[in-house]
Structures are given as C-alpha cells and as structure tokens.
C-alpha cells in the first residue's frame, strides 16, 4: 500500500460527511460497478484546475463554468451509483457547490471583499470534495498519486491537514 493510501486511510476513518462514515461504506457490498464509476469519477475531477490551481489564480467566470462541470458530473454519477452511502455523500458535494455556486453568482470580485468571497466558497467546495475524496480512495483502495500527483496532494492538504 502506497504512503498516500495509507495516509488516506487513516484519516478516512476520522472524517464523516453528511453523517456518512466510512463504516458505511464497508457495511453494504461495494459493487465493481460502483468502484469503476468511483473511480472514473476520481479521474475527471483529476484536471479541474479549480481544485487545483492557487487561489490567487482563479478567475469567476472560468471557476463559476468549471465549478458548473464538476456539478453536473457529480449529480450524473450520483445517479449511476447504487450504494446508498456514496449517494448520500455525492449529494452533499453537490448541494454545497449548489450553494457556493449561488453565492458566487452574485459577487463582484474586483474589489477586495469580492475576492475574499470566492477564496472562502472555494474553500469550503475543496474542503467537501477532498473529504469525499478520500473516503471514496480509502473505501475502494484507490490511490490517487499513481495518476495524478496533484490530485493525491489536493486530497492531503484539505482533508488531513489541519486548515486555519
């Protein structure tokens, strides 16, 4: 088992997103179908630089069109998915880019408070997804800095390490 994985792992079992643990996931069969779409799912999210790319380099209308995507990929996985664990947690994904989403609709980022805004619904996005990230990793051993070392380091930074 790879570093990353083990690290993961570990804190996956800590982490609960919308009272979903990771004792929920391995409580029902994981299905090979659910792993692949998991999985495939892991791999889209692995080139949306919106997660990726530094704050200060993140421009509204590109991180409102991206963030559209990854909405819209995760409600079609939700709905390919049959473990009622993973749904539940691909909802919460969605309904805090739906919120985070509206807030950024309505700001104007050429000022200072406008760009503090975004940095903050950013945040809190990176923060859903790496945390259901990590889960998923941990529940199907999938290791994400095989393909995308960027994507392993993102999952790191905003699910284990402390945030200020």
């Not at 659910?34 to 997660?51: C, P, R």
């Not at 051993?141 to 994507?151: E, H, K, V, W, Y």
Request: charged content about 25%; glycine content about 2%; hydrophobic content about 40%.
């Amino acid at each position: 088992m790879d570093m990353t994985l083990a690290v993961l792992t570990v804190a996956a079992s800590t982490m609960s997103i919308a009272g979903v643990s990771i004792r929920d996931f391995f409580r029902t069969s994981s299905k090979a179908q659910d792993k692949h779409t998991v999985s495939a799912y892991i791999t889209f999210l692995e080139g949306k630089d919106v997660l990726l790319a530094p704050l200060d380099d993140e421009v509204q209308p590109a991180v409102i069109k991206s963030l559209e995507k990854i909405k819209d990929e995760t409600e079609r996985v939700r709905t390919n998915i049959s473990d009622e664990a993973i749904k539940t947690v691909l909802l919460k994904v969605t309904l805090t880019l739906s919120e985070e989403l509206q807030k950024l609709y309505r700001l104007d980022t050429i000022n200072d408070q406008g760009q503090y805004k975004m940095y903050c619904s950013l945040q809190r996005i990176r923060l859903d997804v790496s945390k259901a990230l990590a889960m998923f990793c941990a529940a199907f051993g999938i290791d994400p800095s095989r393909s995308n070392r960027r994507l392993a380091e993102f999952i790191l930074n905003f699910s284990v390490r402390p945030r200020n």
